[in-house]
């Protein structure tokens, strides 16, 4: 099975702080996501790559940065962390680019800035 | 921009009862629909898909119908169990467009003992 690997259940950061939350995959996909999750509002797209070293935005980039140096790793980078940055991190991949393949979701990081 | 809704935030059903969890979307583009399952603590798990040249599509346990005229989606859980409990969330993608799911905002369905 496809095995995403996020790399912390549960963070807790001060304002201000540079912050990076780390994904890995091990089924060479492609494909990898970035979403938060929030009550009420569902999942949200922050960056998406379909490359390695490329990426791009998705629906709520500010004040997020992403960076794709190999293909099985995706990292959100949360520059200068706020407390509104305060969610549920979930990064995903999947295989063909064209659709077709549902996402593989990690199991989330619980950010909580304060 | 497009969204995907789901008429209801909560579902109860008892347990071994049928399930239904209603979707709308509103990209007439979309061609793929996606079904997940959130359990409490956990990411989302991919439960069954469709493609928008078919009208229903069957898993174990588990039917989704599609009704492009009016741009519905439903999932079905048949014999609903203590372990179906979890968020559920539709999914639409327009396979022209790259591939990037828009998800609705998800239903909490409960089964009751």
């Known amino acids: 099975d496809v095995k995403v690997t996020q790399s912390s259940r549960y963070l807790v950061k001060r304002t201000g702080e540079k912050v990076f939350l780390e994904c890995v995959q091990d089924m060479d996909h492609e494909n990898m996501f970035w979403y938060r999750q929030d009550p009420g509002l569902g999942l949200r797209l922050i960056y998406f790559?379909?490359?390695?070293?490329?990426?791009e935005k998705g629906d709520i980039p500010e004040g997020y940065s992403v960076s794709r140096e190999k293909k099985e790793r995706f990292s959100l980078i949360l520059e200068s962390a706020s407390t509104n940055q305060t969610s549920m991190y979930l990064c995903?991949?999947?295989?063909?680019?064209?659709?077709?393949?549902?996402?593989?979701f990690g199991s989330g990081t619980r950010l909580t800035v304060v | 921009g497009e969204s995907v809704g789901l008429h209801l935030p909560t579902l109860s059903v008892q347990e071994g009862d049928n399930s239904i969890i209603n979707c709308a979307y509103s990209n007439s583009a979309s061609d793929y629909f996606i079904w997940y399952k959130q359990e409490s603590g956990k990411g989302p798990q991919f439960i069954i898909d469709i493609r928008s040249n078919m009208d229903k599509r069957q898993g174990q346990r588990v039917t989704v119908l599609l009704n492009k005229t009016v741009k519905h989606l439903s999932l079905q859980i048949a014999a609903t169990q203590p372990g179906d409990s979890a968020v559920y969330f539709c999914?639409?993608?327009?396979?022209?467009?790259?591939?990037?799911?828009?998800f609705g905002t998800g239903t909490q369905l409960k089964v009751e003992l």
């Open positions: 995903a991949s999947s295989l063909n680019r064209g659709g077709g393949y549902g996402y593989t």
């Open positions: 790559s379909y490359d390695v070293k490329m990426k």
């Open positions: 999914a639409e993608l327009f396979t022209g467009g790259g591939n990037k799911l828009t």
